[in-house]
């Protein structure tokens, strides 16, 4: 086993050291699926332990981007539509599990990651939502990276409501409708959306095999470079990580 091991590093090394710095990603996203068919996979009964591994992997996730400098990092958890149509045992796992790890592990001393919301989170459980928005809080005056979690979530309503909100902004302070749509602007959008302040992102990584978004950050992602892995996202390694990133540069030094 020690042979393999020691390849692997030494292939993680070499990844590493053949990475610019100066066409690194700024703003990664991550669709992290496939934690339930991991677990078939791996042989457990129960798909939902899954959940937990895709859970603890965030964690390292954090770690390789705050190890190679990329400060905001996006991560999609869950659909109104997940939440809507998987079993009921499986979405309260799913659901013990942000309480449990993603969220108090966000909150220890020496976490360096300030965590935002993005999504309904009227749509969760009031314990879950009470969870996210305190870790939220106590994270608020770090001054490390920006974790961005997706939850209940969905990017075509992201921008049905950053129309509306627009629109009733607009509204109170009297602007005539025809005014508006003259001078709107994807900038006047934009500054509605759940985030923001957050950059649009570079680049986004969807595991487990699928080619597609799934309706994951549609506004943020006009420029961004996607990339596809086919691994589940509990087996997604640092290796993984970094093919990644050199796919990104490579396309940006092309260019």
């Known amino acids: 086993m020690r042979a393999p091991r020691f390849l692997y590093r030494l292939y993680a090394r070499r990844l590493r050291r053949k990475l610019n710095g ?3 990603p700024r703003h990664v996203a991550v669709a ?3 934690n339930r ?5 791996q042989g457990f009964d129960d798909p939902g332990i899954g959940h937990r591994y895709g859970a603890e992997h965030l964690e390292d996730l954090l770690d390789w981007c705050a190890g190679i400098g990329i400060d905001h990092v996006t991560v999609y ?3 109104v539509d997940n939440l809507q149509k ?4 499986e979405v309260a796992h799913l659901m013990s599990m942000i309480e449990e790890v993603i969220a108090e592990r966000l909150m220890r001393p020496g976490n360096r990651w300030r965590l935002h919301l993005a999504g309904h989170l009227d749509a969760l459980p ?3 939502a009470h969870a996210l928005k305190t870790a939220r809080e106590a994270t608020a005056d770090r001054a490390g990276g920006q974790l961005t979690i997706a939850i209940g979530y969905d990017g075509q309503a992201e921008i049905v409501d950053a129309v509306r909100d627009l629109l009733e902004a607009e509204a109170a302070q009297g602007t005539d409708i025809a005014e508006l749509a003259d001078r709107l602007s994807a900038a006047d959008i934009g500054a509605h ?3 923001p302040d957050l950059p649009e992102a570079d680049l986004i990584i969807r595991t487990s095999g699928e080619r597609r978004l799934p309706s994951f950050l549609l506004w943020q992602s006009a420029r961004a470079e996607l990339y596809f892995c086919d691994v589940y996202w509990p087996g997604f390694r640092h290796v993984d990580f970094l093919r990644a990133l050199r796919d990104y540069s490579d396309r940006r030094r092309g260019r």
């Open 22 to 24: 100066e066409l690194l």
């Open 32 to 34: 992290m699926d496939g």
């Open 37 to 41: 068919r991991w677990a078939r996979q």
């Open 77 to 79: 958890v869950a659909s």
């Open 86 to 89: 998987r079993a009921g045992g």
């Open 126 to 128: 009031d314990a879950t």
């Open 193 to 195: 959306r759940y985030t």
